[in-house]
């Protein structure tokens, strides 16, 4: 199956997230939805990585048209990844369906070709 977006989620520090929307807007991205959350990392991962781990994060959903996912991905690493002090990981997982666009799906185009 093809997906025809992607939803990419950015775990950042407190404090960050309009820093990862910056990002993700140069590259296309129109929006996006935070949400507070708490890290769990042990003393082991902070080892690990070599960093400070704060427990309070931001965590930014972006749904992205698929062929934009890896512009706004590179963005993010550079902009707030583990190496600056927004401390972010991202991610991308396929999306299979979406309702409530502006913008026609691929489903949605092919319906009205078909009425």
């Not at 950015?10 to 990862?20: H, L």
């Amino acid at each position: 199956m093809d997906y025809a977006y992607e939803m990419i989620v950015c775990i950042v520090n407190d404090g960050f997230s309009d820093a990862v929307m910056d990002a993700a807007k140069e590259f296309g991205a129109s929006g996006g939805t935070v949400m507070f959350a708490r890290g769990t990392a042990t003393h082991e991962a902070e080892d690990f990585f070599k960093i400070a781990i704060h427990p309070e994060k931001e965590m930014v959903m972006i749904l992205v048209p698929k062929e934009l996912k890896d512009n706004i991905l590179h963005a993010l690493y550079r902009s707030v990844g583990l190496k600056t002090p927004g401390q972010g990981i991202a991610f991308s997982l396929p999306v299979d369906s979406v309702v409530g666009l502006s913008h026609p799906t691929n489903a949605e185009e092919k319906a009205e070709e078909e009425t």
